[in-house]
C-alpha cells in the first residue's frame, strides 16, 4: 500500500500540511504541491488518497484546481480510499458534485471546537461522540445528495462537518484534526503575522482564534490508522 498527498498549501512559510500528515502515516507516501500545478502522471500505484487544506477559497476557480478535480474524481472511481480536509473536504465534494454544493460560510469558525457525530462510522466511531479537533475555514460544504452521501459530523456553525460516500472509503472532513495544539497555535502565529503585514481584515478573526480553549484532538490517531488499514487493491 502506498499514500499520496495532494498538498494545496499556497504559502509553506503559513500552511505546513505535509508535517502535519507525514506523523499520521505508518505506510510509505509520495506528495504534490498541487495548488503548484504539481501532479502525478499516473496514480494506479496509490491505494490512499489526502487532498490537504489551502489557504485558497474553493469558490475561486484556479487554474490548476481542474486538473486536481479530474484527478480526485478518478481516485474515486477506481475505489480507492480517500480523505479530503478542510479545503481537501471542500474539493472531493465539487468534484464529485459540481460547484452547486459549496459556498462561502455564514459563520466562518476559526479555533478549536468539537465535532458532533451524528451517525455511527468506520473512522469516527459511535453517533453521540464529541471530538475535538481544529477549525480554519470561510467556505464550507453546503449541500450534499442524501442518496449518495452520508452525513457524519456537525456542529452548531458547520452542518457537513464530515461526509461519507455511502458504500465507498471515501470521506469528507471539514475541521483539521491533523493539526495538534502546538503546531495549531503556531499556524495562527503565522497567518497573524501574515494578516498584520497585508493588513487583512481577518486579523481580528485570527487573533481570537488563537486565544480560544485549545483541544488536543487524541482521537485522530485511531481515525488514521481504522483508515490505513481499509484495504485497497493497486490498479494495473
Same mark, same amino acid.
Given at each position: 500500500?502506498?499514500?499520496?498527498?495532494?498538498?494545496?498549501?499556497?504559502?509553506? =512559510?503559513?500552511?505546513?500540511?505535509? /508535517?502535519?500528515?507525514?506523523?499520521?502515516?505508518?505506510?510509505?507516501? =509520495? %506528495?504534490?504541491?498541487?495548488?503548484? $500545478?504539481?501532479?502525478?502522471?499516473?496514480?494506479?500505484?496509490?491505494?490512499?488518497?489526502?487532498?490537504?487544506? %489551502?489557504? =485558497?477559497?474553493?469558490?475561486?476557480?484556479?487554474?490548476?484546481? $481542474?486538473?486536481?478535480?479530474?484527478?480526485?474524481?478518478?481516485?474515486?472511481?477506481?475505489?480507492?480510499?480517500?480523505?479530503?480536509?478542510?479545503?481537501?473536504?471542500?474539493?472531493?465534494?465539487?468534484?464529485?458534485?459540481?460547484?452547486?454544493?459549496?459556498?462561502?460560510?455564514?459563520?466562518?469558525?476559526?479555533?478549536?471546537?468539537?465535532?458532533?457525530?451524528?451517525?455511527?462510522?468506520?473512522?469516527?466511531?459511535?453517533?453521540?461522540?464529541?471530538?475535538?479537533?481544529?477549525?480554519?475555514?470561510?467556505?464550507?460544504?453546503?449541500?450534499?445528495?442524501?442518496?449518495?452521501?452520508?452525513?457524519?459530523?456537525?456542529?452548531?456553525?458547520?452542518?457537513?462537518?464530515?461526509?461519507?460516500?455511502? /458504500?465507498?472509503?471515501?470521506? $469528507?472532513?471539514?475541521?483539521?484534526?491533523?493539526?495538534?495544539?502546538?503546531? $495549531?497555535?503556531?499556524?495562527?502565529?503565522?497567518?497573524?503575522?501574515?494578516?498584520?503585514?497585508?493588513?487583512?481584515?481577518?486579523?481580528?478573526?485570527?487573533?481570537?482564534?488563537? =486565544?480560544?480553549?485549545?483541544?488536543?484532538?487524541?482521537?485522530?490517531?485511531?481515525?488514521?490508522?481504522?483508515?490505513?488499514?481499509? %484495504?485497497? %487493491?493497486?490498479?494495473?
Amino acid at each position: 500500500m502506498r499514500a499520496l498527498i495532494l498538498d494545496n498549501a499556497i504559502d509553506h =512559510d503559513v500552511y505546513k500540511p505535509i /508535517g502535519h500528515w507525514k506523523k499520521f502515516l505508518k505506510m510509505p507516501f =509520495d %506528495s504534490f504541491h498541487a495548488s503548484a $500545478g504539481e501532479l502525478p502522471g499516473d496514480i494506479s500505484q496509490y491505494t490512499h488518497i489526502i487532498i490537504t487544506g %489551502s489557504e =485558497d477559497s474553493i469558490t475561486e476557480e484556479r487554474g490548476w484546481i $481542474g486538473a486536481e478535480e479530474l484527478l480526485v474524481k478518478k481516485a474515486v472511481e477506481d475505489g480507492k480510499a480517500v480523505l479530503g480536509s478542510c479545503y481537501g473536504h471542500q474539493l472531493l465534494a465539487k468534484s464529485l458534485f459540481g460547484k452547486k454544493v459549496v459556498g462561502k460560510s455564514e459563520t466562518p469558525e476559526l479555533g478549536w471546537d468539537y465535532l458532533e457525530v451524528i451517525r455511527n462510522d468506520q473512522l469516527f466511531g459511535d453517533a453521540g461522540n464529541l471530538l475535538p479537533a481544529l477549525l480554519i475555514h470561510f467556505d464550507e460544504v453546503k449541500d450534499l445528495p442524501e442518496d449518495y452521501v452520508d452525513v457524519i459530523s456537525t456542529t452548531k456553525g458547520c452542518r457537513i462537518q464530515a461526509f461519507k460516500l455511502k /458504500g465507498l472509503p471515501v470521506w $469528507g472532513v471539514q475541521s483539521h484534526p491533523e493539526i495538534d495544539v502546538k503546531e $495549531g497555535q503556531a499556524t495562527f502565529e503565522r497567518m497573524i503575522a501574515k494578516a498584520e503585514k497585508e493588513n487583512s481584515p481577518r486579523l481580528n478573526l485570527f487573533l481570537k482564534a488563537r =486565544d480560544s480553549v485549545p483541544k488536543e484532538a487524541g482521537w485522530f490517531d485511531g481515525f488514521m490508522k481504522k483508515f490505513q488499514e481499509i %484495504s485497497v %487493491s493497486i490498479s494495473s
